[in-house]
């Protein structure tokens, strides 16, 4: 996990802090976290432009990845639900984009585990 989190510049003592030290854990979280059907789901809304699901989808994976440490999905999803909640629906495909490759990367570095 270590190498891991250091490709990703994760806060190990955080993440293993809210997974009382045990990184077992936290890699099983991980692998939980790239199986999960959100980023397919939020993938559809956005191309459905369905802002309603947009919003819940990049809600729910903002607070997934932040539990995670993977502050760059966290920061994407919420300004995904911020544009969403404020109206701005221009600027959600260009974001989409920039959360999409930081959850390739973590999805690639993860199937390494």
Excluded at 94 to 112: G, P, R, S, V
């Amino acid at each position: 996990m270590d190498e891991f989190w250091d490709k990703l510049n994760v806060n190990k003592e955080e993440v293993l802090e809210r997974f009382v030290g045990m990184p077992d854990i936290a890699r099983d979280c991980t692998i939980s976290y790239i199986e999960d059907p959100l980023f397919g789901e939020l993938e559809k809304a956005v191309e459905a432009e369905d802002y309603p699901a947009v919003e819940r989808a990049a809600h729910t994976i903002k607070g997934l990845a932040g539990n995670l440490g993977f502050e760059a999905a966290q920061n994407s999803a919420q300004k995904i639900v911020d544009y969403t909640r404020a109206g701005e629906y221009d600027q959600i495909p260009a974001e989409f984009l920039i959360f999409k490759a930081e959850h390739d990367k973590i999805t690639a570095l993860a199937k390494e585990l």
